[in-house]
């Protein structure tokens, strides 16, 4: 079957240009098994080489005309139409290509300058707010997202030559705006992340100063009511959490509280540990958020994001949820990657997740970047995180967690996305309960890009608390100002002073 024939036979599941990007960029896995040498003979070309690919005038000529097309999508003709044209585009061009190398592999060359025109058409169209994936109607093998990878760091990065990200030959590592996660590289069960978009009011004149300025300031709670959660045991190893009742509200009093100091601090993003987040509490942030966006909007006026921890749920799921600045609730973030462990007697544990890795998201902020959020041994176990931060070049890996080893269950894995991505900065919240507060004063730390001579490292901060403020613990927070002005990048100064204000 070639092109033109797998686009007819699903033409009724062909909504959006980005249904079609997703049938092309199928057609492309299930034809060729050399992406490299595809690319280099069919794609590339070259002034030394001694034979090049004739139709590649052609095609490129063609991916330029389809483009077209598309942007008179609302203007011109119905989508419907613009269809049946790309298929007559189809045909013509095949017609007058001339003959070289296989078969297939032209037929690629096709499918390949259709997904051309659509990252084309989506640079002319900009990001947009939608909520992606993209391919509603056609997600057989693909899920079909844009980003312009144009983040908080981008300015700095340019100015001090920040090499190119080293990418795996694949076609998906060919486009500038399309970002495409395979169906393969999920878990039974889990679905693909969604992408929505922060709006921001174009006259909020506070938070685009912040989307225009080149600081962030993140304040993390590691807050952990003393007995407030419990670990039971289920069945054999399996635990599940459980909050104690009579603790709750006060719980949520305090924590409520202490979102306030944060917000007074003028928190751009606020972050919560693992776990302490329970649903109730969940909620009540969520309320806390939309009254005082109502009624104290001057004290708002610097918030972005709020990251409400993780929580327990009834049906046996570790969830964590995503609030804007007004309370709407962005979405939320289902852990996938269990605990398992042994404790020092020899009892294994492992987490009772009824869904894992049902939802999750990510944001995007403009002129900041994306922003991910974890949930603990999400990060620890490395894959599915790592690979989605590479996907998408994630800007921020936002990370709740509940454990007693910082350095073993996370340095290295964040540091490891950084130096992938070269962009990518990481926060780690921990929740002082998991820890030995005498013996460990490590509540965090942050992961941030560094230029070394010609390479990108990543350079940690642990964060601290204070002893004495640690030994009288009635809740605190910590405000961890980033400035990704040009000359604390090259400085390796991306951290600038960690505060922390107990309560």
């Not at 991916?63 to 609302?74: G, M, N, R, V």
């Not at 705006?177 to 693909?192: T, V, W």
């Not at 992340?193 to 225009?212: G, W």
């Not at 509490?281 to 001057?298: F, N, W």
């Amino acid at each position: 079957m070639n092109i033109y024939e797998r686009i007819c036979e699903n033409r009724e599941k062909i909504a959006s240009v980005y249904d079609l990007a997703s049938i092309n960029y199928d057609f492309l896995r299930e034809k060729i098994d050399n992406q490299a040498l595809f690319l280099g003979k069919y794609i590339e070309y070259s002034d030394a080489a001694k034979e090049n690919n004739p139709n590649i005038p052609r095609l490129r000529k063609f991916t330029y005309e389809i483009c077209q097309l598309f942007l008179q999508k609302d203007r011109r003709y119905f989508w419907n139409e613009i269809l049946g044209k790309t298929l007559d585009e189809i045909e013509s061009v095949k017609e007058k290509m001339e003959p070289y190398g296989t078969e297939t592999y032209n037929e690629a060359a096709i499918a390949y300058h259709l997904l051309q025109a659509v990252d084309l058409y989506a640079e002319n169209m900009g990001e947009g707010s939608l909520s992606a994936p993209l391919n509603t109607q056609y997600n057989k093998n693909s899920f079909v997202y844009c980003c312009n990878g144009k983040g908080i760091l981008a300015d700095a990065a340019r100015e001090l030559g920040f090499r190119h990200k080293i990418q795996i030959t694949e076609i998906r590592n060919e486009f500038k705006y399309l970002r495409i996660l395979e169906r393969e590289e999920l878990d039974a069960g889990m679905n693909p992340p969604r992408s929505v978009t922060l709006y921001i009011d174009q006259f909020d004149s506070v938070r685009q100063s912040v989307l225009c300025g080149k600081k962030l300031k993140i304040v993390m709670i590691p807050f952990g009511q003393e007995e407030l959660v419990t670990f039971e045991k289920t069945q054999g190893s399996l635990f599940r959490v459980k909050y104690i009742e009579e603790h709750k509200q006060n719980t949520i009093r305090r924590a409520l509280q202490m979102l306030g100091e944060a917000i007074g601090q003028k928190a751009n993003i606020v972050i919560f540990p693992e776990y302490v987040c329970f649903p109730e509490m969940q909620s009540e942030i969520g309320s806390y958020l939309r009254e005082a966006y109502s009624q104290r909007p001057k004290m708002m006026k610097n918030l972005l994001l709020v990251i409400a921890g993780s929580g327990w749920t009834e049906d046996d799921n570790n969830v964590s949820k995503v609030y804007s600045y007004s309370g709407k609730l962005l979405g939320e973030q289902y852990k996938y990657a269990p605990y398992d462990r042994k404790d020092e007697d020899g009892n294994r544990l492992i987490e009772q997740l009824h869904d894992p890795g049902k939802e999750s998201i990510i944001v995007k902020i403009p002129r900041i970047g994306t922003f991910m959020p974890a949930i603990c041994r999400d990060v620890s176990n490395r894959d599915k995180t790592e690979k989605i931060a590479d996907v998408f070049q994630t800007d921020f890996v936002l990370v709740s967690a509940w454990s007693k080893s910082l350095h073993g269950g996370f340095e290295n894995q964040l540091e490891n996305i950084t130096e992938t991505n070269m962009v990518t900065s990481s926060l780690v919240c921990n929740c002082c309960r998991s820890i030995e507060r005498e013996k460990n004063l490590e509540r965090g730390f942050v992961v941030t890009p560094c230029k070394k001579g010609s390479v990108v490292e990543a350079k940690t901060a642990m964060i601290k608390g204070d002893a004495t403020v640690c030994q009288e613990c009635s809740g605190c927070v910590f405000s961890v100002p980033l400035s990704f002005e040009t000359q604390n990048v090259e400085k390796g100064r991306i951290v600038q002073r960690i505060r922390q204000k107990a309560l």
